[in-house]
């Protein structure tokens, strides 16, 4: 474990802003192995509160283990990962609680299937932030409305679309005021045509200021609402930049090779 990783300069990033307080979520030195395979190496990330940060990379080169050792869905190795200044934490009601600071939005939506739509948003808010149920009904339509599914609240989610069931699952994520939001590949499970309903809910959420990690292949996503690219290619951060650079000059032949695949296909 080290403490004193080397840390890359970020060309156009936040490096000149002073380590401080609005670092929301720091990895240092992380490194993660599925048996021999190093899935995660020295990984150094910080990410700034209200920073939207996109990751790209090829298929399995870490980006959702990257994802999931930020809420421990996955323990780690060696390093530390810090949430708003605090170590995550093992085990029992304080990781309960971490989880539920990092709102997770995966590829497939995970609703639970036999609770209603106005359930899935209100039950976190009950069991793990001790809401009363009024109060988190109220919000629970509240946010539905806002992800523009409030009229579909009694449904099951076998019955709504799928950028319906993605809706509904950032709404339930933000239902528990999360720090973090963390999405990986929200819509590559989705039909072209609803694709669109779940990024202008995320670029609506950016623009609010919530601070994102986002796994994606829309580049168009990345280019308009990200402040930053993070590639990554082989368990490793390999370039990092704004996406005007990223994508008009990537430094590393990975890059290039990467962007020339998805871009022109
Ligand atoms: N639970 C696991 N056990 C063993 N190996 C795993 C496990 N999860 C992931 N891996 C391996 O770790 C590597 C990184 O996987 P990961 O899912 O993080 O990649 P990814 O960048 O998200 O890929 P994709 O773009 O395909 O989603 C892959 O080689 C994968 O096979
Ligand atoms: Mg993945």
Redesign the pocket.
Same mark, same amino acid.
């Given at each position: 474990m080290s403490g004193e990783s080397v840390s890359q300069p970020v060309p156009g990033g936040p490096e000149d802003t002073p380590h401080a307080a609005d670092d929301l979520v720091v990895l240092s030195g992380v490194n993660k192995h599925?048996?021999a *395979?190093h899935?995660l190496q020295d990984i150094d990330l910080t990410i700034s509160r209200g920073e939207v940060v996109v990751v790209i990379?090829?298929?399995?080169?870490?980006?959702?283990? *990257?994802c999931?050792t930020i809420n421990r869905l996955?323990s780690i190795d060696s390093g530390s990962i810090t949430i708003d200044g605090k170590p995550l934490p093992a085990e029992g009601k304080e990781l309960a609680r971490l989880r539920s600071d990092v709102g997770m939005v995966f590829q497939s939506f995970n609703l639970f299937a036999h609770k209603t739509v106005l359930e899935n948003v209100m039950l976190g808010q009950i069991k793990v932030r001790k809401t009363e149920k009024k109060a988190a009904e109220t919000k629970a339509r509240a946010l539905l409305d806002r992800v523009g599914v409030g009229t579909q609240a009694d449904k099951y989610p076998a019955q709504l679309s799928g950028g319906q069931q993605q809706r509904v699952a950032i709404a339930r994520a933000l239902a528990m005021d999360p720090k973090v939001m963390l999405f990986?590949?929200p819509t590559s499970a989705l039909d072209p045509e609803m694709i669109n309903e779940v990024l202008e809910v995320m670029q609506q959420l950016a623009r609010d200021g919530m601070t994102m990690v986002v796994?994606t292949h829309e580049m168009g996503f990345a280019r308009s609402a990200a402040n930053r690219v993070v590639f990554?290619a082989d368990?490793r951060i390999v370039e990092q930049a704004t996406p005007e650079e990223f994508f008009s000059n990537p430094r590393s032949d990975r890059a290039k090779d990467f962007l020339s695949k998805i871009l022109h296909h």
């Open positions: 599925f048996g *395979l899935v990379g090829p298929s399995g080169s870490g980006k959702s283990t *990257l999931r996955e990986d590949e796994v990554m368990g």
